[in-house]
């Protein structure tokens, strides 16, 4: 399994940018009046060097000094530089409020997106990776907007005023300069690459520290059990020394290639000290510019030792750009028709599969030419052993995938023509390992039904037969769950995830397993509840307790995805055939 | 939560920074020696240019003269104080790198020794994603001054020298950097004052907008088959607006005091260019020492940020080290005995009184009394929530009971020597849990097994045919959480896990849910017909495992409702009766009521 496994099409950086652009119009409001303020501080950096030349040249021609004149310059440079700082001022909270802007709604994008994929695509994905999608990436591209992509700008343009004054100066010394730095210039991409490959190392071994540190936390209690402590720092502290080892390496390198552009600009100002100092003699230069000179070379350091920086944040926020952009190019293979789509009435519900097959993408197929229907206010229950297609019939019933071949139809429409806010209203799946949400008891199971008040809670639970667990909680519906719910117990949290999906009242329910966890009592009550209060509703139960089965008005079984047997549990376990081996199985267990 | 500079922050910040130099003294030391080699090399290089201005260029373009020896001996001064100033960087750099990774390793170490040390009692109170933070965000927020700590310092040499110089060449010029530079360091104060608070408010942001997708993600099943994804999207929206506005308001305070840093010292020079144009005219100075001084505030403006860095990391470090050091300081770690256990052959369990509560005055356990005899297999069976899974983590110590105790050999666990029980007695626990290691590591789990002794143990947990179809066999890895396997097969591997020690008492939470039952069936005869022999203690719902069991213990409300023979209970106690037959009586149920439609047709 890859973790890259997102189809992202290929791109060159600029269309990447292009299309990254595309995407957040916002980037682009007022985008020439910013970049023209930008400008404007640019220029400023020249400043400096320009007063240095004109009071050297000119206040300061024949001995003494021509105050009204440098007071003039003085005064006429200081405006200059306040009117450069709020150029700054105002291209810096344009930038930030664009860019932020911009990547605010990306992220909304992303995310809607990521929940629009199919449960197949989304199940490749590994969380934490779809998680980076809408934070760390785009946080890098925000870095690389406000900072990487301005100090770009910036740092060329002052390159290229400090290289058009020394121009305008002396053009002999302007090649000197160049001459020594050019090499830097060549260097450069090459430290990039070793300074980014550093710090991959330390990024990756920084992962490594975190998931074993992880261990000691999530495995906590096999690591005691098990007397494993020992073992375990042993482990923790390998990882921790490799990190600490890579870190100090990617700092070297940087500690050693950071002073090198300083080193050469020392080497142009000497060079240019002594080339200027005899062009002097011969009045090809005057002092004032030769002075200057030595000022202008300051200009070149800075974008020369930002550049490995900003060149690192570019590649980063790239990369990030793409991966986004790669999940947006990532269809949503099982899509909502939308507005294109059928709202269907609610009312009793009836399900056909007609002539189905599925087979995960270059995989065996797992569900072969099933057709069967299931009849409004009926209960269906599913069996077969592991691996023999009874998820993948749940998953195509709730269209969590489509079909590769054949058609899912509920009341005669097929599921592709409905829309999901109106399927999702009338069939609910309860899958095995109910995931809940780190609140309360109340907001839990409301999220099946936005609109419920704690009276319909309550009376869910009560209907359900759940009335005294939930008088011994502590808080009752108040009761804080934890983060995915682990401060109840595997049984507990499938009673929450199943009054949640029954507080949504759908036509027909599905339960994955829904209630393995659950004591043979409760989920006795639990199933009489479903059935008493659901006359109107179609139930479809997957279940390895055949005490289901026996309860429902027909039982699907199924082997190596073919639906091989179906009929009353009275018919079905009198005939010699696969249900007849596995219920006999299963009294043994349940009952001996 | 402490984010502005303030008095307090600061000498706390201070202390912190103190902990670091006291832990690695020559490291400092060397950081600091050599910032202020940079430091006064700094400096240097306008004295170099001053010089090269008096002996090179002034000569040439006001004399018409160039002298060789003059131009080598400015060539090798500037380059000289290049080369100083280059290395006191490397030295800089690289130290203060390593100074701030040894102490992030250090504190990570001493951290992750904490949370192997505290109780699970202590876990339990504890979320897992707030103690991986610690480790992580934490402890790098906490070291984080240290990266420009020594470049600070060596600002301070730098301002110092500086001082010196200009005091020497004109004191008048040096009134305009005595304005500047302290004006500069009031400005960068209020602009980390004014940044920090927000700063911490958009990285708290970002902290939400990931825990909100993670969750989001993590439930996308359930948000996707109840039909809520606009609702998320929504609450995730709601989230990527707020970090979205505060880090607009960041970018407001950077936007004005960035260029506001910047203008300063440029304004600085501008002054003295003016002010030394005075001075020039009344031949106070010369204009090489004009060169000079304006060239040395071009060159101070950006180190003395490194001022600001280390201010504006303090509130953030203060907070980073509280957090660590609140687990550090944890108390409550268990304390162990010294009494050993040497007895061989099946244990016996005793649990007598026990009380336990996850919080104070709601008793999960209530004064819980039985015993397992040497060899005998008990069944714990309750409803769901009575605190049947509590009570085996009492039994194998990973929780002390608040009220009671409980016996190994009639010894009280807490008087046993650290590892003791663990030796004696192994719990496979409800949920399994493996390491990212290979099926080898995951079994032994640091205790030297041979290989022989892992197939054996593989095959009582029915574990060794899909293992043995694994590409590499025992030395396959899992994958993080085991993810490469099936929940069924996790489950086996946690049980071979617990049956590769031979354990004396082995206790069963419900760790064969996932398994089918034929399967579950293989395990516990074969658990039964083990040669050593061990005391069982399973908790079980299915009929299979409890019909297994010699004695079953009922609970219900963390009390004991009755206790004894299966035959006997099934008998005597209703709950029991209800709980383990429920099914039967339910098709009793069902076919009855066929019955009655059948007479009634």
């Known amino acids: ?592 | 939560m402490a984010t502005k500079v303030s008095s307090a922050v600061m000498r706390r910040g201070l202390r912190v920074i103190g902990v670091a130099v006291r832990s690695e003294p020559a490291v400092f030391t060397g950081a600091v020696v050599a910032s202020a080699v940079y430091g006064v090399m700094t400096v240097a290089t306008s004295w170099a240019l001053g010089w090269a201005t008096e002996s090179v260029v002034i000569p040439a373009f006001e004399r018409g003269e160039f002298e060789t020896g003059a131009a080598v001996a400015t060539v090798a001064f500037i380059l000289g104080v290049a080369m100083l100033k280059a290395l006191g960087v490397v030295g800089r750099r690289v130290l203060a790198g390593i100074l701030q990774y040894r102490m992030q390793a250090r504190s990570r170490g001493a951290l992750s020794k904490q949370f192997l040390k505290l109780p699970l009692s202590w876990h339990h109170r504890h979320p897992t994603g707030q103690l991986l933070s610690h480790a992580a965000s934490d402890v790098e927020a906490a070291w984080a001054p240290l990266a420009p700590l020594p470049m600070a310092v060596g600002v301070v040499v730098m301002l110092l020298t500086a001082a010196g110089g200009i005091l020497i060449t004109d004191p008048v010029l040096a009134l305009v950097g005595f304005l500047i530079f302290p004006a500069l360091a009031v400005l960068n104060l209020i602009y980390q004052r004014r940044l920090s608070p927000l700063a911490t408010r958009a990285q708290e942001l970002r902290g939400e907008v990931s825990e909100v997708a993670h969750e989001s993600f993590e439930g996308a099943l359930v948000v996707k088959t109840l039909g809520r994804e606009d609702s998320e999207a929504e609450r995730f929206r709601r989230k990527t607006e707020a970090l979205r506005d505060a880090n607009v308001a960041v970018g407001r305070v950077r936007g004005m005091f960035d260029p506001l840093l910047e203008a300063l010292p440029t304004l600085g020079v501008l002054a003295v260019l003016f002010v030394g144009s005075v001075r020039l005219s009344n031949s106070a100075i010369t204009a090489d020492e004009l060169v000079q001084v304006s060239y040395l505030f071009l060159l101070l403006a950006f180190p003395v940020r490194a001022l600001g860095w280390v201010l504006a990391e303090l509130p953030r470090s203060v907070v980073g080290w509280t957090r660590v050091q609140e687990v550090l300081d944890a108390v409550g770690s268990m304390e162990y005995g010294t009494a050993e256990l040497d007895r061989a052959g099946p244990a016996r369990l005793s649990v007598e009184e026990v009380s336990f509560g996850y919080a104070p005055g709601l008793a999960v356990l209530n004064g819980v009394t039985f015993t397992a005899e040497p060899g005998r297999t008990l069944a714990i069976v309750g409803p769901t929530g009575s605190g049947k899974s509590t009570l085996t983590q009492l039994m194998i110590r990973l929780i002390d009971p608040d009220a009671g105790a409980v016996r190994l050999d009639g010894a009280d666990l807490r008087d046993l020597r650290h590892g003791t029980v663990s030796d004696h007695a192994a719990l496979v626990l409800q949920q399994t849990f493996l390491f990212d290691d290979t099926v080898r590591g995951n079994i032994a789990l640091g205790l030297s097994t041979e290989d022989e002794d892992v197939w054996a143990a593989l095959r009582l947990a029915q574990a060794d045919g899909f293992v043995s179809a694994l590409p590499q066999g025992l030395d396959t890895k899992v994958g993080e959480r085991g993810a490469s396997l099936s929940g069924g097969q996790r489950q086996r591997l946690a049980l071979a896990r617990a049956l590769v020690r031979s354990p004396r008492l082995l206790i069963l939470d419900d760790a064969t849910s996932s398994v089918d039952p034929q399967v579950e069936r293989r395990i516990l005869t074969g658990l039964r017909e083990r040669a050593e022999g061990s005391t069982v203690v399973v908790v079980a719902y299915r009929m299979a495992t409890i019909a297994l069991a010699d004695e079953v213990v009922y609970l219900e409300h963390g009390e004991v409702a009755d206790h004894g023979r299966h035959e006997d209970l099934i008998g005597r106690c209703e709950g029991y009766r209800n709980l383990v037959t429920a099914y039967e009586r339910e098709e009793a149920e069902r076919a009855s009521i066929d019955a009655d439609d059948e007479v009634m047709a």
């Open chain 1, 1 to 592: 399994m890859t973790q890259q496994t997102l189809q992202a099409r290929r791109r060159t950086s600029l269309q990447t940018l292009r299309h990254g652009l595309s995407l957040s119009p916002e980037f682009r409001v007022g985008l020439p009046v910013t970049l023209l303020l930008a400008l404007a501080a640019t220029a400023g950096k020249a400043i400096i060097p320009i007063a240095i030349q004109r009071v050297m040249d000119d206040g300061l021609k024949g001995g003494t000094p021509d105050l009204p004149m440098i007071r003039t310059v003085v005064l006429w440079c200081t405006v200059a530089v306040l009117l450069t700082a709020l150029s700054g001022y105002l291209m810096n909270v344009r930038l930030y409020r664009s860019s932020e802007s911009g990547l605010a709604t990306l992220r909304a994008k992303s995310f809607r997106h990521i929940h629009d994929l199919s449960v197949l695509t989304q199940n490749r994905e590994r969380r934490g990776a779809m998680v980076s999608r809408v934070t760390s990436d785009i946080d890098q591209i925000s870095a690389f907007m406000q900072w990487g992509g301005l100090m770009f700008i910036v740092m060329f343009g002052q390159v290229v005023v400090a290289t058009v004054l020394m121009v305008i100066y002396s053009w002999q010394l302007a090649l000197v300069v160049w001459a020594c730095m050019l090499p830097m210039v060549f260097m450069l991409p090459r430290f990039q690459r070793w300074i980014a490959a550093a710090f991959t190392r330390v990024r990756e071994l920084s992962g490594d520290t975190l998931s074993a540190i992880s261990e000691s936390v999530v495995g906590s209690a096999v690591v005691r059990a098990y007397g494993a402590e020992q073992r375990t720092a042993e482990r923790v502290d390998t990882a921790i020394t490799r990190q600490r080892d890579a870190q100090t390496r990617a700092q070297t390198i940087v500690g050693f290639t950071f002073p090198l552009t300083e080193l050469v600009a020392s080497v142009a100002v000497a060079a240019v000290v002594l080339i200027g100092a005899r062009m002097g003699l011969d009045d090809s230069i005057t002092m004032g510019e030769l002075l200057a000179f030595l000022f202008l070379i300051t200009l070149f350091v800075a974008p020369l030792q930002t550049a490995t920086e900003v060149l690192n944040e570019a590649q980063n926020a790239l990369a990030g750009w793409r991966r986004v952009l790669g999940v947006l190019d990532t269809p949503a293979d099982v899509a909502d028709p939308r507005d294109d789509g059928r709202v269907l009435e609610r009312g009793p519900i009836s399900v056909a599969f007609e002539n189905v097959h599925f087979a995960y993408p270059g995989g065996e197929p797992v569900l072969r030419d099933v057709t069967v229907e299931i009849a409004p206010r009926s209960r269906v229950a599913i069996v077969g052993e592991t691996g023999s297609g009874k998820t993948t019939f749940a998953k195509l019933l709730t269209r969590l995938m489509d079909p590769v071949s054949g058609r899912v139809t509920v009341d005669g429409t097929d599921l592709r023509d409905v829309r999901f806010s109106s399927l999702r209203e009338r069939i609910v799946m309860v899958p095995q390992d109910g995931f809940l949400f780190d609140a309360t008891l109340a907001e839990n199971i409301r999220f099946g039904c936005p609109e419920a008040g704690d009276e319909e809670i309550t009376l869910a639970l009560t209907e359900l037969g759940l009335a005294d667990w939930l008088e011994g909680l502590p808080a009752g519906l108040a009761t804080p769950v934890g983060q995915r719910g682990e401060s109840l117990s595997a049984g507990e949290r499938q009673l929450v995830a199943l009054a949640r999906a029954y507080l949504a009242d759908p036509d027909l329910l599905l339960l994955d397993e829904a209630t393995s966890a659950v004591d043979p009592a409760t989920e006795v009550r639990l199933a009489r509840a479903l059935e008493g209060v659901t006359r109107g509703r179609t139930a479809v139960s997957i279940a390895h307790r055949l005490s289901t089965a026996e309860a429902a008005d027909e039982v699907l079984v199924f082997d190596k995805g073919v639906l091989v047997q179906r009929g009353s549990h009275e018919d079905l376990v009198v005939r010699p055939g696969v249900y007849a081996d596995l219920h006999a199985s299963w009294v043994t267990a349940a009952r001996s």
